[in-house]
């Protein structure tokens, strides 16, 4: 693994705007390509591999929450229990995940977190990094078959749908980010032939007569892609939370049961289930004992953040913080494992999942340790 610096593109802004990337620049650079990352063949299965097993364990540690009832170590209220259990036995469709690994190509990779609900930076990944890499080098390749995995996976999930041919998509609409990521996403289910509407979250409304989620239109929502964490919306004050337990005629995506899946408790349940594992760190909640071993080599994690909020490392000269607005639901305490180091750059590998499958990766970059909303993306190649 090698970071290589190089000229970008003369018409960079151009090109990536024409494939709909339209948050490249926004407070400073996002997207960089005055640098990338080059790996050899190896590394590259290495990450697949690990991404692929990552997964697995993962949804052991879910069922294994569901089984010695820990919802509440995962800040889960005793209300959800029941909803999460029945889209998790019910199987319902689950599309991607990102898992945010260490990574220097030297030593086995490491899991900070993962990401299991809201996961961003698809388009940037898939479509931005592979026209970047037909421009600078087609002879080479890239870990990326996201966009085709995408739309492979649509077409899959049409018989678990609860309507084969529509599906609403999502956000908040006012962050050109998450609006740019559920227009890609829903522009992947149409080429799979489906038949979408792009709204805002707000606009989501309840039928009260029918007791159904309705767009608009006063059409019935049966399959609904949103890029909203399930934490907000089962939150006390949020409004959906007054109707989703007594609806049950609408698909989610991501399903109910990714709130195991995207909580930093998943983190010591895994240490736990795979203690010594070569590619977890150790963790531990924030009541155990044992996080007295990693008091002074530490990351401070909250259960429920985004975007490197509320962060917090300490230990080997490092004394990093972030601030934000989450950490009263409680957090974990994992095992402090710096990022690499590249000339002052410190990348994080994000590595995905679509359906079961690992599809690609994506590079975060940032000058410190904690990887937040103003990182850089860096493209990468493979030999």
Sequence with gaps: MQRIKIEPRTDWVKKVEELGFL???????????????S??????????????????M????????????????????????????????NEDPALYSRFDLRYDGKSPAKLYEVNGDTPTSLLEASVIQWYWLQDF????????????????????????????NAIHFACMQSSIEDS???????DTAEQAGYKTFFMDMSDIGWDYERNLWADLDNNEMKNIFKLYPWEWMTADNEEFSKFLLVNSSTCWIEPPFKMLMSNKGILPILWELYPGHKNLLPAYFHD?????????????????????????????????????????????????????????????????????????MGIRESNGLITTNTSRFIPHLFE
């Design 288 to 360: 155990d004992e044992k996080i007295k071993t990693l008091a002074d080599h530490c990351a401070v994690k909250p259960l429920f953040s985004r975007e490197g909020a509320n962060i917090i490392l300490k230990g080997a000269g490092i004394d990093e913080q972030t601030p934000g607005d989450y950490g009263t639901e409680g957090y974990i305490v994992q095992d402090l494992c710096p990022l690499p180091n590249f000339d002052g750059n410190y990348p994080v590998i994000g590595s995905w999942i679509i359906g079961q499958q690992p599809a690609g």
């Design 39 to 56: 790996f050899t063949s190896r590394e590259v299965d290495e990450l697949e591999a690990t991404t692929s097993e990552l997964y697995d």
């Design 137 to 164: 080098d087609k002879t080479k390749d890239q870990f990326n078959s996201i966009h085709e995995k995408l739309i492979a996976y649509w077409t899959f999930l049409r018989p678990y749908l609860k309507d084969p």
């Design 58 to 89: 993962c949804l052991a540690a879910a069922q294994h929450v569901i089984d010695k009832d820990l919802f509440a170590k995962l800040g889960i209220a005793p209300k959800w229990k029941e909803y999460i259990i029945n889209s998790w036995n």
């Design 23 to 37: 948050y490249h620049s926004l407070d400073q650079i996002y997207w960089d390509e005055r640098a990338y990352y």
């Design 180 to 186: 740019v990521t559920v227009q890609y996403m829903r």
